[in-house]
T-cell receptor, first 116, second 114 residues
């Protein structure tokens, strides 16, 4: 039972354009969401996060949008750069700050390729 | 620079061998995790630990065990390696309470079981 789903295995965009990566979840108890980026032969690195009390969070070129009613979040990268080419994972957790021990549930990942 | 270090980048083991994957963190984090990453399946939680000598099963614990004798070290053990355990294994750590930036990951161990 995949509680966090990234239905697009891959995405290809032109440098300078917008990249939109999508993520859906089924567990209504999830209250904190994160995006990670992973290059080959490296561990994932934290990119941006959002709490369920917000619907948008921005950090430079990266913006995450959360639609709780649709159980959907998306990551926007504007403008996209070739160095953004990587695998992007969304992750979710429930009971933020409580007894979840920070346990995260990850999606399958989306391979982003940004062409020069 | 804070770190999670996994002892091996690449390992090749034979079916039936007992395999140890080691992970050390230098951030004094309470929580440590073992995930495996497989194409199309993402990262799946095998085991985690929230304190020394404490462990909890994740989503796919079958065929694995763990050991946490010291706060900084979390070991994953494949009791009898099988070919379906060929995967990328990722260790991570986080502080107690809510980790707003989530985990710090190691670079991973690519395990091949032949």
């Amino acid at each position: 039972d995949q509680q966090v789903k990234q239905n697009s295995p891959s995405l290809s965009v032109q440098e300078g354009r917008i990249s939109i990566l999508n993520c859906d979840y089924t567990n209504s108890m999830f209250d904190y969401f994160l995006w990670y980026k992973k290059y080959p032969a490296e561990g994932p690195t934290f990119l941006i996060s959002i709490s369920s009390i917000k619907d948008k969070n921005e950090d430079g070129r990266f913006t995450v949008f959360l639609n709780k009613s649709a159980k959907h979040l998306s990551l926007h990268i504007v403008p996209s750069q070739p160095g953004d080419s990587a695998v992007y994972f969304c992750a979710a957790s429930e009971n933020a700050g409580g007894t979840s021990y920070g346990k995260l549930t990850f999606g399958q990942g989306t391979i982003l390729t940004v062409h020069p | 620079d804070v770190k999670v270090t996994q002892s091996s980048r690449y390992l090749v083991k034979r079916t039936g061998e007992k395999v140890f994957l080691e992970c050390v963190q230098d951030m004094d984090h309470e929580n440590m995790f073992w995930y495996r990453q497989d194409p199309g399946l993402g990262l799946r939680l095998i085991y985690f630990s929230y304190d020394v000598k404490m462990k909890e099963k994740g989503d796919i614990p079958e065929g694995y065990s763990v050991s946490r004798e010291k706060k900084e070290r979390f070991s994953l053990i494949l009791e009898s390696a099988s070919t379906n355990q060929t995967s990328m294994y990722l260790c991570a750590s986080s502080s107690a309470g809510w980790p707003s930036r989530g985990y710090t990951f190691g670079s991973g161990t690519r395990l091949t079981v032949v």
